[in-house]
């Protein structure tokens, strides 16, 4: 049940155990935004953020006339991405190439700053990761990948590129959701995978190769969506 305490995550969760439990049917209008933050007394850009989540994560659609509906994987053919909700200020592309820059070198100067503490977290948010995926829980293991980006960013020694980071996460965050529906098995394990590599780099205090393995990551995650920054 939501609450009144209703945060866009913990909402945009509420609705995909909705879904995952049958309470919403694939292929179902969901009500109007006015109806559910009536229904469960939440604001309506609590929820609107909550779905706009979903949606690009691929468990809903947006239809233009028509509402907003339950996807139903036996009636797509192709999976697709969402909408880019950032088109106004930035491109996708323009995104992935900042992560490719900003990331990198934030993790070469992370190198030798983490925690064995930190290291073991990163494990476990990538085995979050693996496990989420199995179980088809999207949004813990968007969480889990955004919880091993953010361990890194912590312990970067540079204190602007920590602020920049910050000021750009809503966008860097949307480009780690955005390719989920069409990522397919193969590609969730290998950047599994690649997240032990930046992680074993890290640990040899290797921040040249921590930042490669970073780069290389990104910029595969960006294939996955089309792109070639």
Not at 132 to 144: P, S, T, Y
Request: hydrophobic share 35%; with cysteine; aromatic share 6%.
């Amino acid at each position: 049940m939501l609450t009144k305490t209703f945060l866009p995550q913990s909402g945009a969760r509420e609705i995909q155990e909705m879904i995952q439990s049958g309470a919403l049917k694939p292929g179902e209008k969901i009500p109007s935004q006015r109806e559910f933050s009536q229904k469960f007394g939440v604001s309506r850009a609590s929820l609107r953020e909550a779905l706009l989540t979903l949606e690009t994560l691929g468990l809903i659609k947006t239809e233009a006339g028509r509402g907003t509906f339950v996807t139903d994987p036996s009636n797509v053919t192709k999976p697709g991405m969402a909408p880019w909700r950032y088109s106004d200020s930035y491109s996708v592309f323009d995104v992935f190439q900042t992560r490719i820059m900003l990331e990198g070198q934030i993790t070469e100067l992370a190198s030798g700053r983490l925690t064995a503490n930190q290291l073991d977290h990163m494990e476990q948010a990538t085995k979050q990761m693996e496990d989420c995926w199995a179980n088809q829980d999207l949004i813990a293991n968007v969480e889990a990948d955004l919880s091993f980006h953010d361990t890194i960013v912590a312990a970067c020694s540079n204190a602007m590129l920590r602020a920049l980071y910050q000021n750009v996460r809503d966008q860097l965050t949307e480009t780690q959701r955005q390719p989920i529906p069409i990522t397919d098995p193969e590609r969730m394990k290998a950047s599994i995978a690649e997240h032990r590599r930046i992680i074993a780099a890290l640990r040899d205090n290797d921040g040249p190769l921590a930042r490669r393995e970073m780069e290389t990551h990104i910029r595969n995650t960006a294939r996955c969506a089309g792109l070639q920054p």
